[in-house]
């Protein structure tokens, strides 16, 4: 079973930086790959970012230039770093694992999700 863990999520103003982290022990020679998607109070949920395991990564148009996904095999860790953080991106963000399968933007395509961490932006 996949468990996942999301941490790090809080409030900062406008232009700051946030780091999240998915703690993601169960993915260990799974094949997964990881997502970090965002779900705001009245938008569906969307895709933000994904890896793969040889840590080649995809990025939704929004946030391509401001956030980093990473990843530390050696812990299963999955890493969001957000800069440059703007009101819009005032979300839950929920950590996903899953096969590497159809279009990474779709949360359909994912197995496992985390509980979800609060990024609000000021």
């Known amino acids: 079973h996949v468990q996942l863990v999301e941490s790090g999520g809080g409030s900062v103003q406008a232009g700051g930086s946030l780091r999240l982290s998915c703690s993601a022990p169960?993915?260990?020679?799974?094949?997964?790959?990881m997502a970090w998607f965002r779900q705001g109070p009245e938008n569906a949920r969307e895709g933000v970012a994904q890896?793969?395991?040889?840590?080649?990564?995809v990025y939704a148009s929004f946030v391509k230039g401001r956030f980093t996904i990473s990843q530390d095999n050696t812990t299963k860790t999955v890493y969001l770093q957000m800069n440059s953080l703007e009101l819009q991106d005032t979300a839950l963000y929920y950590c996903?694992?899953?096969?590497?399968?159809?279009?990474?933007?779709?949360?359909?395509?994912?197995?496992?999700w985390g509980q979800g961490t609060q990024v609000t932006v000021s």
């Open positions: 890896i793969e395991a040889d840590g080649s990564a």
């Open positions: 169960g993915t260990t020679n799974s094949g997964y790959c």
């Open positions: 996903a694992a899953g096969p590497l399968f159809g279009s990474w933007y779709r949360a359909s395509n994912y197995n496992y």
